[in-house]
Nanobody
C-alpha cells in the first residue's frame, strides 16, 4: 500500500515558478513509477509528467516540455515537480500518482495510487 500527499501549490503570477512535492509512505514506493497529473475545472484529468522507479527515465506532456522537471528521491520517499515559466493555462489541481510498474505511463488508469491534489493557480 502506498499513500501520497502533495504540497507546494499556491497562487503565482504568469512567468513565475512553483515546486510541488509528493510525500509517499510505504516501502514499495521506491520500486513504483511516479507521475503527476492535473485537472482544470470542467476538464479531464491529464498527464503532466512521469518518472521511472529509479529516476532514469522521464516523460512529459508536450504542453509542459521544457518548462517542468520531474524528479524523485527514493531515500526520502518523495517526488518533485519543478515548474518554471508558468502560464494561466497551467491552472489546475495537481495530483501525484504511483504505478505498480517500473516505467511511467501517460495513461491515467495505469496508476494504482493517488494523492488528494494541490491547487495551482497562475494569474495573468
Amino acid at each position: 500500500q502506498v499513500q501520497l500527499v502533495e504540497s507546494g501549490g499556491g497562487l503565482v503570477q504568469a512567468g513565475g515558478s512553483l515546486r510541488l512535492v509528493c510525500a509517499a509512505s510505504g516501502r514499495m514506493f521506491s520500486s513504483y513509477a511516479m507521475g503527476w497529473f492535473r485537472q482544470a475545472p470542467g476538464k479531464e484529468r491529464e498527464f503532466v509528467a512521469g518518472v521511472s522507479w529509479n529516476g532514469a527515465m522521464t516523460n512529459y506532456a508536450d504542453s509542459v516540455k521544457g518548462r517542468f522537471t520531474i524528479s524523485r528521491d527514493n531515500d526520502k520517499n518523495t517526488g518533485n515537480l519543478q515548474m518554471f515559466s508558468l502560464k494561466p493555462e497551467d491552472t489546475a489541481v495537481y495530483f501525484c500518482a504511483a504505478a505498480n510498474r517500473g516505467w511511467p505511463s501517460k495513461t491515467r488508469n495505469e496508476y494504482d495510487y493517488w494523492g488528494q491534489g494541490t491547487q495551482v493557480t497562475v494569474s495573468s
